[in-house]
């Protein structure tokens, strides 16, 4: 079991910017993958984007969204610009192992959940 402990998540107007961060217990190792999910009040949860040890990205949210990991610190970031209030949710920071790790991840088939984070963003 890897530990995940999200940060960062706040209230913002729509236009800024966030970096939510996500502190594992341990850092990612070969066949590793960690992701970024979100939940919104009475709607599915749904995948922001996964990345494997290579630290290849793949996002469902494009162009806006960056996810990346400094496996030194054992620490996953997710840059959130021009956030809109369709971005408002609970976050939600995943990892998982093993074959085809970044495809489970994508369906959440994660084996480690963390707490969440919140972020609002008004108009």
């Known amino acids: 079991q890897v530990q995940l402990v999200e940060s960062g998540g706040d209230s913002v107007q729509a236009g800024g910017s966030l970096r939510l961060t996500c502190t594992a217990s341990?850092?990612?190792?070969?066949?590793?993958?960690m992701g970024w999910f979100r939940q919104a009040p009475g709607k599915e949860r749904e995948v922001v984007g996964v990345?494997?040890?290579?630290?290849r990205p793949t996002y469902a949210v494009k162009g806006r969204f960056t996810i990346s990991n400094d496996n030194a610190k054992n620490i996953l970031y997710l840059q959130m610009n021009n956030l809109t209030p369709e971005d408002s949710a609970m976050y939600y920071c995943?990892?998982?192992?093993?074959?085809?790790?970044?495809?489970?991840?994508?369906?959440?088939?994660?084996?480690?959940w963390g707490q969440g984070t919140q972020v609002t963003v008004s108009s």
């Open positions: 995943v990892s998982a192992s093993g074959l085809a790790c970044k495809a489970r991840l994508w369906r959440g088939d994660a084996t480690n």
């Open positions: 341990r850092g990612m190792r070969e066949r590793d993958c």
């Open positions: 990345i494997d040890n290579d630290g």
